[in-house]
Every structure is written in structure tokens, then in C-alpha cells.
């Protein structure tokens, strides 16, 4: 099994199983705390109990996202700082502020504790910082991202805060218990185990994950059937318990549902169709033949984005990467002409209604203010990129001179260019290595492509090599604009020729450098 299905199989574990915590505790309220009673077998120091129980949470969740391959990419990091500060308290800080004088815990309940920590721990870092779409530097500005982070600062607070004066009330009654006054309490029995289940919303909105989201659903699930009956129990305690005061504040549990609910709709399917799609595309050169990929593995991971797609058709990060995996059947799996034009057809036209859809949203904005917040969007440049990708091999389908009469020029120009404006760094400085291999294979055609320039495009040819020093395309593509329109240059494009064409392919992309070197060798035969 690969890591994406053992994944996707933990979440939907959790998902699964978090219906029927929530019918158990309903019934059973779990025998720790105010809830003990006998009966469930070996028991431990309360104090201690916590810490085992919640260290997982601390030290496998640092271990699990330190093992991912953007593990200190800035966003995950502040996902890691926003998981440690709730839980260095929940695992230390609060066992030991508390210490529960001669308190005992069923071992039991801390085996499955540790548990789900484990788990939990280990399908919320693996897709932040390994499995999941990666986070730009600007997701800090989304929508998600925001309102997540206020929910979790709002749940984070209220959490401490109620903490804090139950602690006290604890010392107050010399380790007894009695009725909470003030503040939230007089609102809730439990504003502990609300501010908790906003942390957890909060966290799925801001990392917008299915790992997210399968936490907060669980947290939910556990922690409301515990606040119903800690209600019941100070009922039963205290007569004069105020006898208007709500469990959980069953309205903002609804908010929170239906905040969820919606904007989660598919993810858990899309999430494990796009982590499909990515151990399928990552196996594209087996099979190979030299130059030359099998087209069955492309053909399913096309089926598996297709089905991501279908499942979250808003998300770009969804949409790049079908595009790209049709992109690749249509340009390395030796398909004819025939068979390339319903290919580049459809990633046309999936690609440039995206891209419709995406300016319409910063339309009006001057260009600082649209970049920046079509940069905000995960897989925007992606989109943008490999859209220009469908609209150059579209065009070189239907021949050059139709498709610049067409117009088709100036939109791979113009589409270029937004990804050079939004992430220069994109597929080795692909953006510049599309723009320089259009001025230097487009023709000048007066009043249509009239500012086609052989100068610029070696020039942008030059750029991407910069950006991307190892890029075999952008090794054949400026030398092949050199030998054309700077025979001065000639060593150095022959250098380049000889270095395409003798390199090793790259892992990760075998197939696409085998390409290359085959052209490359097919120049250096036009030059003896």
C-alpha cells in the first residue's frame, strides 16, 4: 500500500469511526475525571496519564513533519507553531498546572488516547508538508486561511482562559468540585470544550485539509457527548445549578457545522483522488521506452484528476495537475496527431475557463493587486502555466501560420507572462523558456504578430536557463535559437547541443529528458 492510500484510508478511519465515539459517549460518558467508576481495568496517575496520553502530539508530530519534503516551507511552519502551542500546553502544561491529587485513569482510555494522537498526529503532518498540495506564501491571505486562523486564536484563548478559571475554582473548593460563575460559564457548563472544538474548525479551514477536517469532525464527536454530560452531572450536584445555562452552545456547534459542512463538500474524495493521481504520475517513466512513456499509467492518472476535478471543481490545485498529466499523454506517450488534438483540445479548454474564472475574480484591479492576489491562489500559476503549455501544443497541432493568424500567439504571450509576474521560479523558469521559444518560433505576420522578436526571445531563453540551470529544454531551445539567429554563437550552442544530448536523464523526469536528448541528438546530426 502506498503512503497516499494509507493516508487517505486513516482519514476515512477517522471520519468513520467518529460517529460512533459520538453514539458511545452519548450512552457511556468515558470513566476518567468526575466520570470515574470502576470496572475498566488497570488504572494510572491521573497527572501522568495526560502527559503519555498526549505526548504524541508533541514528539510524533514533529517527527512526521520534519520527514516531509517542505517541512520548513514557511507555511507549514506556522501550522507547526500554531499545533505546539496548543498541545506543549494540553500534553505539560496543563497535567502538571492541574495535578490531580491522587487522581487514577483507566489505562485503557490512555492506550486509545495515545492512540488517535499517534494518528492523528501522523495524517495532519504528513499532509501538510508531504502528501498534500504544497502552501505558497500567499495562502496567509486566503479566505480559509484567515477566517481559520480566527477561529483558533478565538478557541485557543477561550480554552486557556476557561482552564484557568477552573483551576482556580478547583483550589477554591480544596480540590472538590463547584458551579463555574462568570464569563462563559454563565452561557455554557463547558466553554473549555467549545473553545477546543473552534481551535480544530479553525485548523480545518486554515489548512484546509481532509486531515483537518477529519480532526475537527472527531473533536466535535468526542467532546460534545463529555460537555452533555458534565451538564447533567453539575445538575445532579448543585440544585441551584442555573437551570438556563446550556451544555456546548448547541447554536455555535450548528454554525460550525454548517460553516464545515459545504465548504468540505467532496474534499475527502477529491484529496484522495489528487494523492492517487500523484503516486500514478509519479510512476509515468515506468514502462518507458527510451523517449517514449507508456501511455496506461498517464492514461490513469488523467482518470484519477479527472475524478478530483469532478469532486472540487474550484480547486486549482485539482485542475494543474490534470492538466499537466494531459499535457504529458499528449507529448510523450508517442501519440499521433489524430490522437493529440482531442487531448490538447480538452486541456485547452479546461485550462483557459479556469483562467477566465480566475481574472474575472481580480478584474478591475490594476496590475500589483491582480498579481498579487491571483499569487494568493494555490495552483493559480500552475494553472496559468500549463494552459499556456495546452495552447502551444494546440497550436502547433494545427499548424503555426494558422494558429498565429488565429491569435493564439499573443494569448500564450500574454498567459506566459502572468506566470513569469506571479512565480518567475515555476517548471525551471518555464514561463521565460515559453516566451523565448515563441519569439523565436512564431512568424511575423504584420499587425498580428508584428512584436515577435528573435533578440527578446533569446534573451528570455537566456533568463530561464538562469532560473532553471539543469532544464534540457531550455538547453535545446536556446541553442537552437542560437545556431538560427546568432551564428556567432555557435560553440556555445553546440555545447549546449552536446550537453542535452550525453546527460543523464533526472529522476522525476526520465522520460522528458530522454525527449529532449533525442532532439538534441537529431540537431547535432544537422551540424557534421
Not at 505526548?55 to 507555511?75: E, K, M, N, Q, T
Request: glycine letters at 8%; charged letters at 20%.
Amino acid at each position: 500500500m502506498s503512503e497516499a492510500a494509507l493516508h487517505a484510508a486513516l482519514v476515512g478511519l477517522v471520519l468513520a469511526l467518529a460517529p460512533l465515539t459520538f453514539l458511545t459517549l452519548l450512552l457511556v460518558p468515558a470513566p476518567y475525571g468526575r466520570h470515574s467508576r470502576p470496572g475498566w481495568g488497570p488504572l494510572m496517575d491521573t497527572t501522568l496519564s495526560w502527559i503519555v496520553m498526549e505526548s504524541p502530539s508533541v514528539f510524533a508530530y514533529l517527527i512526521f513533519h520534519f520527514r516531509g519534503a517542505r517541512a520548513w516551507d514557511a507555511v507549514p511552519l506556522v501550522f507547526l507553531c500554531l499545533w505546539l502551542a496548543h498541545y506543549l500546553h494540553r500534553a505539560f502544561v496543563y497535567p502538571l498546572a492541574v495535578r490531580s491529587r491522587g487522581g487514577r485513569t483507566p489505562v485503557a482510555i490512555v492506550a486509545m488516547g495515545f492512540s488517535f494522537n499517534l494518528v492523528n498526529s501522523y495524517i495532519n503532518a504528513t499532509w501538510i508538508t508531504g502528501l498534500g498540495p504544497a502552501y505558497p506564501l500567499g495562502w496567509m491571505a486566503s479566505p480559509q486561511f484567515l477566517t481559520g486562523a480566527v477561529l483558533f486564536g478565538a478557541g485557543f484563548w477561550i480554552n486557556r482562559e476557561a482552564d484557568r478559571r477552573l483551576r482556580e475554582l478547583r483550589q477554591q473548593a480544596a480540590g472538590g468540585y463547584g458551579v463555574p460563575r462568570g464569563w462563559l460559564f454563565e452561557q455554557v457548563s463547558c466553554p473549555n470544550y467549545l473553545g477546543e472544538i473552534l481551535e480544530w474548525c479553525g485548523w480545518a479551514l486554515l489548512t484546509w485539509s481532509p486531515a483537518g477536517l477529519a480532526f475537527a469532525v472527531y473533536t466535535i464527536a468526542n467532546l460534545a457527548p463529555r460537555a452533555l454530560a458534565h451538564h447533567r452531572w453539575y445538575r445532579s450536584q448543585f440544585p441551584d445549578y442555573p437551570p438556563r445555562r446550556k451544555a456546548l452552545l448547541p447554536l455555535a456547534l450548528l454554525v460550525a457545522g454548517l460553516a464545515l459542512g459545504p465548504s468540505f463538500a467532496g474534499a475527502e474524495d477529491a484529496a484522495a483522488a489528487i494523492a492517487e493521481g500523484d503516486a500514478l504520475f509519479a510512476r509515468r517513466a515506468e514502462g518507458a521506452r527510451g523517449s517514449v512513456a507508456d501511455p496506461a499509467l498517464a492514461d490513469q492518472a488523467v482518470a484519477a484528476y479527472r475524478r478530483a476535478v469532478a469532486q472540487a471543481p474550484n480547486d486549482m490545485e485539482a485542475l494543474w495537475r490534470l492538466l499537466q498529466a494531459l499535457h504529458f499523454r499528449g507529448a510523450y506517450c508517442g501519440a499521433s496527431t489524430e490522437v493529440k488534438k482531442p487531448i490538447f483540445e480538452e486541456g485547452r479548454s479546461l485550462g483557459q475557463a479556469a483562467v477566465d474564472r480566475l481574472e474575472k475574480q481580480v478584474s478591475g484591479r490594476r496590475d500589483p493587486e491582480r498579481l498579487a492576489a491571483l499569487r494568493a491562489v494555490p495552483g493559480a500559476a500552475s494553472v496559468f502555466y500549463w494552459t499556456t503549455a495546452h495552447w502551444g501544443e494546440w497550436a502547433l497541432v494545427r499548424g503555426k501560420f494558422a494558429a498565429a493568424k488565429s491569435g493564439v500567439a499573443g494569448k500564450v504571450r500574454d498567459l506566459a507572462q502572468t506566470v513569469a509576474d506571479i512565480d518567475p521560479n515555476l517548471d525551471e523558469g518555464g514561463a521565460f523558456r515559453v516566451l523565448g521559444r515563441l519569439h523565436d518560433q512564431a512568424p511575423h505576420i504584420p499587425l498580428i504578430t508584428g512584436w515577435v522578436s528573435k533578440k527578446k526571445g533569446i534573451e528570455y531563453l537566456r533568463r530561464s536557463l538562469a532560473l532553471g540551470p539543469e532544464s534540457r529544454a531550455t538547453w535545446l531551445f536556446l541553442s537552437e535559437a542560437l545556431l538560427e539567429h546568432e551564428p556567432a554563437n555557435q560553440t556555445e550552442a553546440l555545447s549546449l547541443l552536446r550537453r542535452c544530448a550525453e546527460s543523464p536523464p533526472r529522476p522525476g523526469r526520465a522520460v522528458e529528458d530522454a525527449h529532449f536528448a533525442d532532439l538534441a541528438r537529431a540537431t547535432l546530426r544537422t551540424q557534421r
